[in-house]
């Protein structure tokens, strides 16, 4: 036998005993592929939160024992926790407003009991979305050495990697806003939020729904340097909802009422809610509707907690960007019938 067959035979010896001592490693970097070119854009499509909080949940385990194996799981891993986040967030919005209600009603020790699970909720939402960024932010590391916000953008490969980016952003801000919410108990840092508000130039905001224009305009009006640049702001939130109408995705409009609600501004949250409404089902994109159901689910609660301040109950479950105190005027029909009688 020649020293050439010698040689070969030796180098597929090593390959095969490689990938007998490590099969976890081999299925895993199987099933990740797996779930990026095939899973990942079907769960995009589903109108389903509540299977896709669950199927997150019970997945990230499975992904987490792959990563024991050297497989890079972290871009799955940033989608699972940003993805279950959801539930935990709606289950802390339940307690928001029943403290809410029973404030109103006099009810004060229930009020108090209700706002510390809706605390304890908003803190284990937000950590889940603290993961999330920080499992993105190692994927990039791993893949191109690129700290987010930080540098030349990377040369993303596909579209799930750009995606990833977007999500780091959000997933980041939402952990800011439970930070918040709980008091404090995230301990999120403060140093995340100009990072990825340069992260976004990487972005294409007409293919990306205008969100990487939203969050950039959210940090403007969160973090003026003074009253122009927040009133420039506040335009370019606007012209985000635009792109986010053009696009089907309303990802943008639910950052622009989430701002608007925090900065206390109910006339930029009104119109938030109607550009939100304005925009007829059949417009929204199909390819990810997972992402507009999000925005939705963020929008009801903003819009719950307007209606309850004002009416005691939560917003109609639909046109409740149709305000109680606006007048509405007669149709022509009604208006003909009347000069008739």
Same mark, same amino acid.
């Given at each position: 036998?020649?020293?050439?067959?010698?040689? @070969?035979?030796?180098?597929?010896?090593?390959?095969?005993?490689?990938?007998?001592?490590?099969?976890? @490693?081999?299925?895993?970097?199987?099933?990740?592929?797996?779930?990026?070119?095939?899973?990942?854009?079907?769960?995009?499509?589903?109108?389903?939160?509540?299977?896709?909080?669950?199927?997150?949940?019970?997945?990230?385990?499975?992904?987490?024992?792959?990563?024991?194996?050297?497989?890079?799981?972290?871009?799955?891993?940033?989608?699972?926790?940003?993805?279950?986040?959801?539930?935990?967030?709606?289950?802390?919005?339940?307690?928001?407003?029943?403290?809410?209600?029973?404030?109103?009603?006099?009810w004060t020790d229930i009020a108090i009991d209700?706002?510390?699970?809706?605390?304890?909720?908003?803190?284990?939402?937000?950590?889940?979305?603290?993961?999330?960024?920080?499992?993105?932010?190692?994927?990039?590391?791993?893949?191109?050495?690129?700290?987010?916000?930080?540098?030349?953008?990377?040369a993303f490969k596909n579209d799930s990697e750009?995606?990833?980016?977007?999500?780091?952003?959000?997933?980041?801000?939402?952990?800011?806003?439970?930070?918040?919410?709980?008091?404090?108990?995230?301990?999120?840092?403060?140093?995340?939020?100009?990072?990825?508000?340069?992260?976004?130039?990487?972005?294409?905001?007409?293919?990306?729904?205008?969100?990487?224009?939203a969050v950039q305009a959210s940090l403007r009006?969160?973090?003026?340097?003074?009253?122009?640049?927040?009133?420039?702001?506040?335009?370019?939130?606007?012209?985000?909802?635009?792109?986010?109408?053009?696009?089907?995705?309303?990802?943008?409009?639910?950052?622009?009422?989430?701002?608007?609600?925090?900065?206390?501004?109910?006339?930029?949250?009104?119109?938030?809610?109607?550009?939100?409404?304005?925009?007829?089902?059949?417009?929204?994109?199909?390819?990810?509707?997972?992402?507009?159901?999000?925005?939705?689910?963020?929008?009801?609660?903003?819009?719950?907690?307007?209606?309850?301040?004002?009416?005691?109950?939560?917003?109609?479950?639909?046109?409740?960007?149709?305000?109680?105190?606006?007048?509405?005027?007669?149709?022509?029909?009604?208006?003909?019938?009347?000069?008739?009688?």
């Amino acid at each position: 036998m020649s020293m050439r067959h010698i040689y @070969r035979l030796a180098l597929i010896s090593a390959a095969i005993l490689t990938t007998a001592c490590s099969p976890n @490693r081999f299925i895993g970097n199987k099933v990740v592929h797996n779930t990026v070119e095939n899973v990942l854009p079907e769960v995009m499509k589903s109108d389903d939160i509540t299977m896709v909080c669950h199927s997150n949940e019970s997945f990230s385990p499975l992904m987490m024992s792959f990563a024991r194996a050297g497989v890079d799981t972290n871009m799955i891993l940033a989608f699972s926790y940003s993805g279950s986040s959801a539930c935990i967030e709606r289950q802390a919005a339940e307690k928001e407003f029943w403290s809410t209600q029973a404030e109103q009603q006099g009810w004060t020790d229930i009020a108090i009991d209700a706002r510390i699970a809706q605390q304890l909720l908003n803190k284990e939402a937000g950590v889940r979305q603290v993961r999330a960024y920080q499992h993105a932010a190692t994927y990039f590391q791993n893949q191109y050495r690129y700290e987010i916000g930080e540098g030349k953008c990377p040369a993303f490969k596909n579209d799930s990697e750009q995606l990833l980016l977007l999500v780091a952003a959000t997933a980041s801000l939402q952990a800011l806003q439970n930070d918040v919410a709980s008091g404090r108990l995230v301990d999120f840092d403060m140093a995340i939020p100009p990072k990825i508000g340069r992260a976004m130039s990487c972005l294409d905001n007409q293919k990306w729904w205008g969100e990487p224009l939203a969050v950039q305009a959210s940090l403007r009006v969160i973090l003026p340097k003074d009253a122009a640049d927040e009133a420039q702001g506040w335009q370019q939130l606007q012209e985000a909802t635009d792109i986010g109408l053009q696009t089907g995705v309303r990802l943008s409009h639910a950052t622009y009422a989430v701002v608007a609600y925090a900065k206390d501004r109910e006339d930029y949250l009104r119109d938030a809610l109607k550009r939100y409404e304005a925009i007829p089902a059949q417009a929204l994109s199909s390819q990810y509707r997972l992402f507009d159901e999000m925005a939705g689910l963020q929008i009801r609660r903003i819009a719950d907690r307007l209606w309850l301040k004002h009416e005691r109950r939560r917003a109609p479950t639909q046109n409740f960007s149709k305000f109680w105190d606006e007048k509405v005027a007669p149709s022509k029909e009604l208006n003909n019938l009347l000069e008739e009688m």
